[in-house]
């Protein structure tokens, strides 16, 4: 049985992700900050017959990565399927924007990216066998009160394209989904910070969508489990926008 790895996978799209690649047949390493906010996630998938343990790390601690990793070769073996999900939202515009704002987004969705896979590749490296997903965003490409975000979400893309090429010798593919509005509790407090009815934001992206609705988790983690599937084994170095249409979506 293959193992996987996701980060930020409490909730959310990272849950639905989680939830998805077992039902695949994974054994699935749900992390999160908080190891008991794994629970629900990591029930629902035992529950449903899969099998599944849930980590606490913070992603950008080194120490705890490889604390986290060697636990998961431990518990359910060594992983070669890596989904780094794990992310923040600290949303201003940039005359606003605190340094810890920058800081702590750059550091949980670009070095927790980067520590985590760097503590996983040996494992894929070592197996002849790899597939990496890594969460980008449509706000990679530019959007408002987002600096901090947008930044390393094309950080993100660029960090794709790198594994893709270093890896790929050894079958190991890397692969970037930048998704669109979904509907999660992230996304739900960023209306709550602007302000608005969750319900009337909702309504006005899916009216700027081409296919008319905001995404759901699920839409997300349905792709992911192709680019983590044998038969995705000559796509990488790809981002793939699921937003429902061909621009940013909203």
Known sequence: MKVALVTGAARGIGAATARRLAADGLAVAVLDLDETATKSTVDGITAAGGTAVGVGADVADREQVEAA???VVSELGPPTVLVNNAGVLRDNL????????????LSVHLRGAFL????????????????????????????????????????MQGFTKTLAIELGRYNVT?????PGFIETDMTAATAARMGVDFETLKK?????IAVRRVGQPEDVAHTISFLTSEGAGFVSGQVIYVSGGPSSGF
């Open 69 to 71: 990793v060697t636990r």
């Open 94 to 105: 940039i005359f606003k924007m605190t340094d810890d704002d920058w800081d702590i987004v």
């Open 116 to 155: 985590v896979t760097r503590a996983v590749q040996a494992h894929m490296v070592a197996a002849k066998w790899g597939r990496i997903v890594n969460l980008s965003s449509t706000s990679a490409l530019g959007n408002r009160g987002q600096v901090n975000y947008a930044a390393a979400k094309a950080g």
């Open 174 to 178: 890397a692969n970037a989904v930048a």
């Open 204 to 208: 006005g992206a899916s009216e700027q």
